[in-house]
Nanobody, 124 residues
Framework: QVQLVESGGGLVQAGGSLRLSCAAS????????MGWFRQAPGKEREFVAS????????YYKNSVKGRFTISRDNAKNTGYLQMNSLKPEDTAVYYC?????????????????WGQGTQVTVSS
């Protein structure tokens, strides 16, 4: 199995940027697809972005397209989520997730491994 640890969250003003990192250990990172999800208080966990094993395919939630970029560096066993032009509605706990398959990538059930989450707060 693979262990995931997120970092890079924090407090930022609207319009600002943050880069989240997801460090993987335990197994060969390149064997896993990766996704980012977020969960705001009182809301369900929702899909943000996903990336294929080699990084040649990426998918995004409509509301973050053009502002967020998902990427990965398999040599460093690390995935990233670059978030620009942040809005207050982006405030949530952000989780990275991994799975061997790229099937139900839009849904939490499609991922077997999860990090502990990192808080992102965007002030207006």
């Amino acid at each position: 199995q693979v262990q995931l640890v997120e970092s890079g969250g924090g407090l930022v003003q609207a319009g600002g940027s943050l880069r989240l990192s997801c460090a993987a250990s335990g197994r060969t990172f390149s064997q896993y697809v990766m996704g980012w999800f977020r969960q705001a208080p009182g809301k369900e966990r929702e899909f943000v972005a996903s990336i294929s094993w080699s990084g040649d395919r990426t998918y995004y939630k409509n509301s973050v397209k053009g502002r967020f970029t998902i990427s990965r560096d398999n040599a460093k066993n690390t995935g990233y989520l670059q978030m620009n032009s942040l809005k207050p509605e982006d405030t949530a706990v952000y989780y990275c997730a991994a799975d061997r398959d790229f099937l139900d990538y839009l849904w939490p059930k499609g991922y077997d491994y999860w990090g502990q989450g990192t808080q992102v707060t965007v002030s207006s």
